[in-house]
């Protein structure tokens, strides 16, 4: 170990020596009104609209870095292209210019840089807009290489000065030019979402629900890879805690690290807006660690970014423990669009697949996002648990927006607690550069953020409370409790209330170890009719306050419906049960879900409660794609209501099948004065058309009501009872809906559906 250590020593010296950073200046004659004549060499046409029906498909994926642009192989040198010229005190410029006709950027590689003294580029593009450099021999990496990152627009120009001391030293050589196509870091008027490129369901950090994790949020950088690709990843903390630009992301994002860009705060200043700096950036790095068993992949940056760019260094918890798991979020970069952030209000929980032809890959899950999403670009970007420490980087999944909100599908991110001791050297595993004095110490905290304290607990979900509550049976307050604090707990005090009622007071005794967690119960509630919220709040810790804030209170919502009927699901697996998942929801709320399951599941069977005056739908999910029959075993599935009538029923499908049902029937009955409410046409879409026949009364009031009984629209009219009333249901979310009229002879309610 001592050899190692002083060879690793040295090895991180050599990389800051060699710093990457733009080092200022101006190339010669800048602030002149007459740009110099520079030759340009044109780049052979690009055929986007191949590369876009591509795109089509690998945009589905985030299991490959996010493609913007086609490299273009070149050999360009500063003896074959551009011109040279003389100053005055005998120093030379040698000028060449790239065009690559209709490219949104232009980005390249000196696949061989040799400067010497006193040498410096510059690369800006044709209207002297944007400038960057200059670049000296301090920025060559170990293999004398160096990517430039991005000029936006079809022309660019490189500038080289030697100093006449240097007289021929110098050399450099192009062997890729990337023409860009697609926008990247919000630089045209491409956008599919309110912020960006990403999808409209994402959030940017610098929203309110990013303020309580600036720390995590500074870690995070997006990747320019291959040149032409996107990934995400973020520095991490090491036990010394020495500031090691060590940078995590995910194997399948590599390639030649020693030209990758990594881009640091690119982020909207407020909530709003979908540009944010690209000034903030390292060039080239080292792999040091990687694994297709975590899909992770561990770098060396080749220089530390300075403290101009407030950097932090991330967190890490390499216990796998998934019992100190309660809630989880993502921070990253979709589509290279400004850094956005994600929330998981459940568990992630453990998952072993096959991912790119690698098998037993360790996974966690993430069933679905409560708030935001990932998209491609966002690979190799760290998941949090509660605590702010990294778990895991994300390797794929189907998450993705559907208009302003989200499809409700899964991610998974290999385990960080995996990668941190799997393998058989330093080259296939974390421990050895984060801990490279071998303390053994598992759970390290933000660079920025306070020490580990004495006393702390984090509060996980309230658990044992569905999203609907079926009967008035009391109901048991429980949740995980976790020690995130250097001492044993042996004493703490819970309060809890429920709508804001008054707090009750839980008192616990016992011994709960640091890192160990525990479930406790403790106490109940009757639930009302409608909306419930049930709040926990921590009291104290060992007789004091908790002064780490963060995890100290916990809540749920939940609805408690008189009126519900039951529905079984069955569902008989095929040869792979970790490929399938399922959700039933009602209009964008997930109301259940279940899986992946493990490889030993034969089949699932379980019945659930749901408002009797509802539509819903059941969606099936195969990560594979190829359903649960009948090529690799003969499964189906069943949803079936109280009376055993079939609501959905398939086997063989594709990526997903989604069946829509309601629960019909008349609310309440007509008066005995005659007439029988008719709507049409039901269900309904952008309107219903309301008919009481030959009802000789006048309307007095006409009121629509929700699943859940609150009124949603309110109208009085004179209109006779013999005339047909048109009433506008645009802007409604499918479900079912109570019409009541009132005349001045009675009532009459009848059951709206309406779909979308």
């Known amino acids: 170990m001592k050899n ?61 870095p996010y493609r913007f642009g086609v490299n273009i192989p070149a050999d360009i040198d500063i003896n074959n292209s551009g011109d040279w010229s003389v100053l005055e005190n005998g120093d030379r410029i040698w000028r060449m210019g790239i065009h690559s006709s209709g490219a949104i950027s ?110 995590q949020i500074s870690s995070v950088a997006v990747i320019v890879v291959g040149n032409n690709g996107l990934c995400t990843g973020s520095l991490v903390n090491t036990v010394l805690e ?39 950036s390292v060039s080239g790095a080292t792999l040091v660690a990687s694994s297709p068993k975590s ?14 760019y407030n950097v932090c260094y991330n967190g890490w ?8 798991l309660f809630t989880s979020y993502g921070i990253h970069h979709p589509r290279g669009d400004v850094k956005k952030i994600c929330f998981e209000e459940h568990a992630p929980y453990k998952v072993s697949m096959t991912f790119q032809g690698n098998p037993n890959t360790d996974m966690w899950y993430i069933d679905q996002w409560e708030l935001g999403v990932t998209e491609p670009g966002s690979s190799g970007s760290p998941l949090f648990n509660q605590s702010g420490q990294v778990i895991g980087m994300l390797s794929g999944g189907a998450a993705a927006c559907s208009g302003a909100i989200n499809n409700g599908l899964h991610d998974f991110y290999g385990r960080f607690g995996v990668a941190w001791n799997f393998g058989s050297t330093p080259s296939a595993r974390l421990r050895d550069w984060l801990d490279p004095t071998n303390t053994g110490t598992l759970v390290v905290n933000n660079s ?37 604090g250097l001492l044993p707990v042996t004493t703490m005090e819970l309060d809890f209330s ?75 697996f ?24 493990s490889q030993a599941d034969d089949e699932f069977v379980q019945s659930f409660c749901l408002n009797q005056n509802g539509c819903y739908e059941f969606t099936i999910f195969d990560s594979y794609n190829d359903g649960i029959c009948c090529n690799y075993g003969e499964g189906f599935y069943e949803l079936t209501d109280a009376n055993g009538e079939m609501l959905a029923e398939g086997a063989s499908f594709g990526a997903s099948e989604t069946t829509s049902f309601c629960f019909s029937g008349i609310v309440g009955t007509p008066e005995s004065f005659g007439g029988q409410l008719q709507l049409y046409p039901n269900p309904a879409n952008d309107f219903v058309m309301l008919d009481t026949g030959e009802v000789s009364g006048n309307f007095q009031i006409i009121q629509i009501y929700d699943a859940v009984g609150r009124i949603v629209w309110r109208s009085r009219t004179d209109i006779k009872g013999t005339e047909i009333f048109q009433i506008s249901t645009v802007g409604y979310a499918q479900g079912v809906y109570i019409i009541s009229v009132q005349t001045d002879r009675g009532s009459l309610s009848g059951k709206l559906f309406i779909v979308r």
């Open 106 to 215: 232009l980005n390249f590689v000196f696949d061989q840089y040799f400067l010497p003294e006193g040498g410096k580029v510059f690369v800006y593009d044709a209207d002297r807009k944007q400038l960057k450099g200059s670049f000296t021999n301090e920025n060559a990496d170990h293999n004398s290489s160096l990517g430039v990152g991005f000029i936006i627009g079809d022309h660019i120009v490189i500038e080289y000065h030697e100093p006449v001391a240097a007289a021929g030293q110098g050399y450099l050589h192009i062997n890729n030019v990337t023409h860009g196509y697609r926008s990247v870091f919000g630089v045209t008027e491409e956008k599919s979402g309110p912020f960006g490129n990403a999808g409209a369901c994402n959030v940017n950090v610098n929203c309110p629900q990013g303020e309580p994790y600036d720390d």
């Open 242 to 280: 020495d500031g090691t630009p060590y940078f995590l992301t995910a194997n399948h994002c590599l390639g030649n690290v020693g030209n990758w860009i990594f881009y640091f705060n690119h982020e909207t200043p407020g909530c709003a807006g979908n540009t944010g700096p690209t000034n903030q």
């Open 317 to 324: 918890d390499a216990t796998d423990n998934a019992a100190t």
């Open 574 to 597: 095929d040869n792979y049960p970790t490929e399938t998942s399922w959700q039933i929801t009602e209009g964008t709320t997930v109301l259940y879900s279940g899986g992946p399951y």
């Open 4 to 64: 190692f250590t002083i060879c690793f020593a040295l090895s991180i010296l050599s990389f800051q020596l060699s710093a990457q950073i733009e080092h200022g200046g101006q190339p010669h004659d800048w602030t002149s009104k007459i740009a110099p004549e520079v030759a340009f060499r044109t780049m052979p046409p690009v055929d986007v609209a191949a590369h876009q029906r591509e795109d089509v498909v690998n945009d589905l994926q985030k299991e490959i």
């Open 448 to 484: 920025c953020s306070a020490s580990i304290i004495d006393n702390d607990i984090s509060l996980g979900p309230l658990q044992n409370i569905s999203n609907i509550v079926c009967t008035a049976d009391p109901v048991t307050i429980s949740l995980n409790v976790i020690n995130l």
């Open 498 to 572: 429920m709508n804001g009622g008054d707090l009750q007071t839980y008192s616990w005794e016992g011994t709960l170890s640091p890192q160990e967690a525990l479930t406790v119960e403790i106490g109940t509630i009757n639930p009302e009719q409608g909306q419930n919220t049930v709040a926990v709040f921590v009291n104290s810790v060992n007789g004091g306050p908790d002064v780490n804030t963060q995890g100290n209170a916990s809540s749920q919502s939940f609805t408690f419906l008189e009126n519900t009927t039951d529905v079984h699901l069955n569902i008989q």
């Open 295 to 308: 899909d992770m992949a561990l770098l060396l940056l080749n220089n530390t970014p300075p403290s101009s």
